[in-house]
C-alpha cells in the first residue's frame, strides 16, 4: 500500500504545460480539473470572425468585421455573457474607436452600439 505524502506548496515546481490543475470545490475539498475543461469555462478566444453578428458567442474574444454585428468597427472585441445576458465592448485595429451594447433577455432586445470617447 503507498503511503501518502503531503505536498507543500513552495515545493512545487512550475510547470509550462500542465494538464491537470488542483482545485477547490464550494466546500473546501481538494480535487483536480482539467485544464481542458477550465479553459472551456473561462474566456475563449474564437479567432477571426469574417461573418458573424456576435449574438451567439458567449464568453469569448476575437477579432471581427463589421459587415454582420453593425458596429462599424473592424477589431478586436470581447463578450462576456452571463445567465442569458450579454455585454460586448469592441475596438478598431487601429485604435480610434471604442463601442459596446448589452443584450437584455427579458425583452430579447440587443441594443444598439454605442461610441465610448475619453476627453
Request: charged fraction near 20%; charge should be negative.
Amino acid at each position: 500500500m503507498a503511503e501518502k505524502q503531503d505536498i507543500r506548496e513552495d515545493q512545487m515546481t512550475e510547470m509550462t504545460n500542465p494538464q491537470k490543475i488542483r482545485c477547490l470545490d464550494s466546500e473546501g475539498n481538494s480535487g483536480l480539473i482539467l485544464l481542458s475543461t477550465l479553459l472551456l469555462k473561462t474566456m475563449r478566444n474564437v479567432g477571426y470572425l469574417s461573418s458573424n453578428d456576435l449574438k451567439n458567442v458567449g464568453t469569448s474574444c476575437g477579432y471581427a468585421i463589421s459587415t454582420e454585428d453593425g458596429s462599424g468597427i473592424n477589431g478586436l472585441f470581447l463578450s462576456i455573457e452571463a445567465m442569458g445576458y450579454y455585454f460586448q465592448i469592441k475596438v478598431s485595429y487601429t485604435g480610434d474607436s471604442l463601442k459596446f451594447r448589452v443584450y437584455n433577455k427579458e425583452s430579447d432586445i440587443w441594443i444598439n452600439w454605442r461610441s465610448i470617447s475619453f476627453t
